[in-house]
């Protein structure tokens, strides 16, 4: 079975702190996503990477940036957390366009 | 960014009736991929449907991609209470190495 792995379910963080979203994959995937989900939002791309040390915006990326050093690793970067980025954050990753493959989420407040 | 439209939104059944969401792109899809997400978890795969016309069945849920390339639907037949969830259609649209994902549809099952 694909496994895709983030690295907490729960987070609460303050105001202002940097904060760093794990997501690591085992299935030698290209493509991995970084989702946010709100309710009546639906899912929203943030970002997006094809390969090592490449990404791409999504549809929302300000306020993050991402990071792809190793093909299985995606991490996502909150440089100074804001009250309005408390979200459910979801990693997928992709297999040449075929099946993509969700995280558990990871739930983000921001106090 | 693009989405997938997916109908209904939220549908309220009783225990044992079947179920029928549909998702349509004014774009061609290779791929249609349709989850199911409880609360607070991630999106799980359901089914993948690779060419045009294609029938596949997971237990009580059959989905169909649409002879158009242009939309897919998921049926779910004889409903019981732990189908209860949000389920979501997603593709990655032809040449796009991202996936566009439907609003999702809420079921609610009534005992």
């Known amino acids: 079975d694909v496994k895709v792995t983030q690295s907490s379910r729960y987070l609460v963080k303050r105001t202002g702190e940097k904060v760093f979203l794990e997501c690591v994959q085992d299935?030698?995937?290209?493509?991995m996503f970084w989702y946010r989900q709100d309710p009546g939002l639906g899912l929203r791309l943030i970002y997006f990477s094809y390969d090592v040390k490449m990404k791409e915006k999504g549809d929302i990326p300000e306020g993050y940036s991402v990071s792809r050093e190793k093909k299985e690793r995606f991490s996502l970067i909150l440089e100074s957390a804001s009250t309005n980025q408390t979200s459910m954050y979801l990693c997928a990753s992709l297999y040449r366009g075929r099946e993509a493959f969700f995280g558990q989420g990871t739930r983000l407040t921001v106090v | 960014g693009q989405q997938l439209n997916q109908s209904p939104q939220s549908m309220f059944i009783q225990e044992g009736e079947d179920v029928s969401m549909n998702c349509t792109s004014s774009?061609?899809?290779?791929?249609w991929l349709w989850y199911k997400q409880d609360p607070g978890e991630g999106p799980v795969l359901l089914i993948a449907l690779y060419k045009a016309g294609e029938l596949t069945s997971n237990g009580r849920l059959t989905a169909q991609f649409g002879i158009t390339r242009k939309d897919s639907f998921l049926n779910i037949s004889a409903s019981i209470p732990s189908d209860v969830g949000i389920y979501f259609c997603a593709g990655p649209p032809q040449g796009a190495q991202k996936l566009v994902f439907g609003q999702g549809t809420r079921l609610t099952i009534n005992p």
């Open positions: 774009s061609i899809f290779n791929t």
């Open positions: 299935m030698d995937h290209e493509n």
